[in-house]
């Protein structure tokens, strides 16, 4: 069981939605830690609704993407992992294997930079064995053209000089401002048609607590591969496709829970 130590309540492990809360919960208490922005809680509710539509699983489109989102990160010369506070609240392990992995940095980018949030969020990676973070010193930071946000705040020698950026949870303005400039985008967006998605050179569309379990065990699949099928897997992937493969399946997963539905108002008239 999980206990949400808050509400004084315990989700038993056979709950049909065991995995959504204690994510939830995590959520919750990255807010009242700092690590989560409160309007991140809308953006984590917004996402358990297409991960419900898209059957709360991994799908072939999203295999299909995450094995190319590895191949392009192995081809890059400067690669970055980009970390705001629902990612780091979710999956602050995940991330630093994929750091250290990839040999690549993780670097704190964020929209809502409340006083505590950046040393909150370098915390919880730093206790999940985080060695490489970027983003955290002021003196460190330029701007990206083309964004009035914070986000536009980048460690120069993180994202500004990168040239693959992987981006979770993303908001599109910055998505749209990184490939302006050029960068090769690798989006996790549950959200198959958001302006993430549509920007993103790979789009994974999967929920970041399947998605990054999944990129760890292809790395271990395509890291010894010659460069030039790394850019074979590269150059087959077509995100367009992906994303109407994406559009498509959501589409079947409800007209299959619309007949199941049927099914059981039948029986119970």
Not at 10 to 19: A, D, L, S
Not at 134 to 154: A, F, K, Y
């Given at each position: 069981?999980?206990e949400?130590?808050?509400?004084?309540?315990?989700?038993?492990?056979?709950?049909?939605r065991?995995?959504?809360l204690?994510?939830?919960?995590?959520?919750?208490?990255?807010?009242?830690?700092?690590?989560?922005?409160?309007?991140g809680?809308?953006?984590?509710?917004r996402?358990?609704?297409?991960?419900?539509?898209?059957?709360?699983?991994?799908?072939?489109a999203?295999?299909?993407?995450?094995?190319?989102?590895?191949?392009?990160l192995l081809?890059?010369?400067?690669?970055?992992?980009?970390?705001?506070?629902?990612t780091?609240?979710?999956?602050?392990k995940?991330?630093v294997?994929?750091?250290?992995?990839?040999n690549?940095?993780?670097?704190?980018?964020?929209?809502?930079?409340?006083?505590?949030?950046?040393?909150?969020?370098?915390?919880?990676?730093e206790?999940?064995?985080?060695i490489?973070?970027?983003?955290?010193?002021?003196?460190?930071m330029?701007?990206?053209?083309?964004?009035?946000?914070n986000?536009?705040?980048?460690?120069?020698?993180?994202?500004?000089?990168?040239?693959?950026?992987?981006?979770?949870?993303?908001d599109?303005?910055?998505?749209?401002?990184?490939?302006?400039?050029?960068?090769?985008?690798?989006?996790?967006?549950?959200?198959?048609?958001?302006?993430?998605?549509?920007?993103g050179?790979?789009?994974?569309?999967?929920?970041i607590?399947?998605?990054?379990?999944?990129?760890?065990?292809?790395?271990?699949e395509l890291?010894d591969l010659?460069?030039?099928k790394?850019?074979?897997?590269?150059?087959d992937?077509?995100?367009?496709k992906?994303?109407?493969?994406?559009?498509?399946?959501?589409?079947?997963?409800?007209?299959?829970?619309?007949k199941?539905?049927?099914?059981?108002?039948?029986?119970?008239?």
């Amino acid at each position: 069981m999980t206990e949400n130590k808050n509400q004084n309540s315990v989700v038993p492990e056979n709950h049909p939605r065991f995995q959504s809360l204690k994510y939830r919960h995590k959520i919750i208490e990255g807010m009242k830690n700092l690590v989560v922005a409160e309007a991140g809680l809308i953006a984590h509710g917004r996402g358990e609704c297409f991960d419900y539509i898209l059957g709360e699983k991994t799908n072939k489109a999203a295999k299909k993407a995450i094995k190319a989102a590895v191949a392009m990160l192995l081809l890059a010369n400067h690669p970055v992992i980009s970390v705001n506070g629902n990612t780091a609240a979710l999956v602050p392990k995940e991330l630093v294997n994929l750091s250290e992995v990839l040999n690549i940095p993780l670097e704190i980018n964020l929209f809502y930079r409340k006083k505590g949030r950046v040393e909150a969020i370098k915390k919880v990676l730093e206790n999940a064995g985080a060695i490489n973070i970027l983003g955290i010193d002021e003196d460190d930071m330029v701007t990206l053209d083309g964004l009035e946000s914070n986000r536009r705040l980048v460690d120069k020698l993180g994202i500004y000089q990168g040239d693959c950026i992987l981006v979770m949870l993303e908001d599109g303005d910055r998505t749209e401002a990184l490939k302006k400039l050029n960068k090769k985008v690798i989006t996790v967006d549950l959200n198959p048609i958001s302006r993430t998605a549509i920007w993103g050179d790979i789009t994974i569309v999967d929920n970041i607590i399947r998605a990054l379990p999944e990129m760890l065990a292809i790395i271990e699949e395509l890291k010894d591969l010659k460069k030039e099928k790394l850019r074979k897997i590269v150059q087959d992937f077509k995100n367009k496709k992906n994303i109407q493969d994406a559009l498509n399946l959501i589409k079947d997963y409800i007209d299959t829970q619309k007949k199941d539905a049927f099914k059981i108002l039948e029986i119970k008239n």
